[in-house]
């Protein structure tokens, strides 16, 4: 969608971040994944996911 943040950013970010190590090595990937995550609203649903236990590994 161009320089513009989106609702495709949200899915897609989301579905690389979740299965990430399902496709090869790729520092373009990882930099997308990253700018995603480090979006103010991405760090609060973060922290709040932290607290609520939901993260936790099995």
Not at 26 to 31: G, I, R, S
Request: glycine share 8%; hydrophobic share 45%; net charge negative.
């Amino acid at each position: 969608m161009g320089a513009d943040f989106t609702v495709a950013d949200v899915l897609i970010g989301s579905a690389l971040a979740f299965g990430r190590h399902a496709f090869p090595a790729d520092d373009t990937l990882d930099a997308y994944v990253e700018r995603c995550r480090s979006r103010p609203a991405a760090m609060r649903g973060a922290k709040l996911d932290d607290q609520s236990g939901l993260q936790t590994a099995a």
